[in-house]
């Protein structure tokens, strides 16, 4: 749900995100997600 507007990499392994955070509310998953589209940027910006 909160990937859905994100553009997402065809590598990213949802099956495998959703077993490594099985225990994770709402708003983690969120953090998850935004703090994953802060990391590419930030390597784009490096590159």
Known sequence: IHSRK????????????????????GAQLKAVCVEAGMLALRRDATE
């Open 6 to 25: 994100m553009n997402v990499h065809p590598d990213v392994n949802f099956e495998e995100l959703a077993r490594s955070t099985d225990d994770f509310n």
